[in-house]
């Protein structure tokens, strides 16, 4: 293995333990500096020792407990100039080893600080991703296309409040927890967005995304296996990752309808119609009605459920997206509404329905109406909307895609 | 333990023209007296009270070496403080717990801000 990979490789495995251990240690010492610091010392001892020594077995608990003695350093150190200092750090937890079974892991109490309302909802993402994602300021900067300093800047006043204001590092109680959850919910879906929509597929970290805010929304899912909406959001990510690899080919976008679904990945799929499913079954024995992400996760599973594209149910999709409506009106659901209007009752009822839709600034909407302008062989505007959607957008798939339909354009007649 | 000011964001509609015999305004008095009771009785008041309207302030300022006094803040401003607690609670979730019900009883906007600990102890 070259110098490079294995770096390549410790670098993964910090990332993938990152979460744990900033966790892990915020709760012991009731301080995210020092969990941050301590976390970031034990990389750079792991990348001192392991080329040497070999990645350890159980390379989490290595770079624990190297964290956790750098942190105790740390902590000695000041404490020998103040020990208010430490009564301060120790108080932030009362109740620590509380027998409370699955729902006893600390990055979830970490996921209920970094999303806690409290913080500016740009600083809750910033912070998920930091201290749970472990990427560093300069990948989420890139992400946010935001540059470095600034999200430096976002990330260190959010952990100086959470400090200053005393942000409990606990899971919220009952009467909280559902409020609390949306907000939780909300950060892991733009997460997944980030990694999924964003990307133009080249950028590696982006994959990371999508796998990471999987990840954490099981870990949510295992707190609350009752709430239908955390179910909604899991199942809705895994319907969606699903089509990944078929989603972009040769450096370019492909849209669902000529996607190569035997390029789905069917297990994810299997899980996440099983989840939808439960939650029919749930709703139908009388639970709260489906909110955003469940309504979303089923208009997925209608999706995934069509072996072949022209196989779709388009008028259940249409049916659900009028109840997104009514729980989500915003014009962006009105928009994707249009679409699946669009196979019902053509693309022309569609495109009076963008009409009326103020998202002129968004690349979506001009490429929805570039598409519906196209099929009823209005070409010149349809032109023009597509030059709109490739301004409007930086992702190099999309635009790829984009480029080529528009190109196919035949050219206009007279005009 | 930490101490939080609990600020009242008022505007002059709270001033002028004040019904005081308006039934809802006896509540608002009656619910923020009861909830003053309970941060007593909880052990999380430290100080608290309502102010006069704005128009009763004074500014005083010996920044440049003279005392200058004033009528009154300079800026004309729409909102103003009206009103304020200062509560020990153990986290900010308890502040914010406790602010929601403030709020609620003196039918005002709260805004949720830590007193600034022993500067030596950061």
Partial sequence: MTADSLTARIERVYRDEHGRVVASLARRFGDLDIAEDAAGEALLAALERWPADGIPANPGGWLTTTATRRAIDRIRRENQRDAKHQAAAMITDPTPHEPTGAVEDDRLRLIFVCCHPALAPEARVALTLRLLGGLTVAEIARAFLVPETTMAQRITRAKAKIKAARIPFRVPNADDVADRRTAVLAVLYLVFNEGYLASGGADPIRTDLTAEAIRLTRTVRELLPDDGEVAGLLALMLLIEARRRSRVAGGELVTLDEQDRGGWDRVLIAEGHALVRERLTAVA???????????????????????????????????????????????????????AVAEVDGPDVALAITDRLDLSGYHAWHATRADLLRRLGRGDEARREYDAAIAATENSAEIGYLTRRRDQLRPQQGA | MAQYLLSVVGTSADYDDVDYTDPAIQQMFADTGKFNDQLQADGHWVFGGGLTNITDATMVDSTGGDVVVTDGPFAESKEFLAGFWIIEAADLDAALKLAAAGSKACQGKVEVRPLQGDPTAE
Wanted: aromatic share 6%; net charge negative.
């Fill in chain 1, 285 to 339: 024995d009388g639970g709260t009605p489906p909110g955003r992400y469940q309504l979303l996760a089923a208009i997925n599973a209608v999706h995934t459920d069509a072996r072949d594209a022209r196989d779709t149910d388009w008028n259940q999709i249409v049916r659900l997206y009028d109840r997104l409506q009514l729980v989500e009106p915003t014009a962006i659901v009105a928009l994707n509404r249009a679409v």
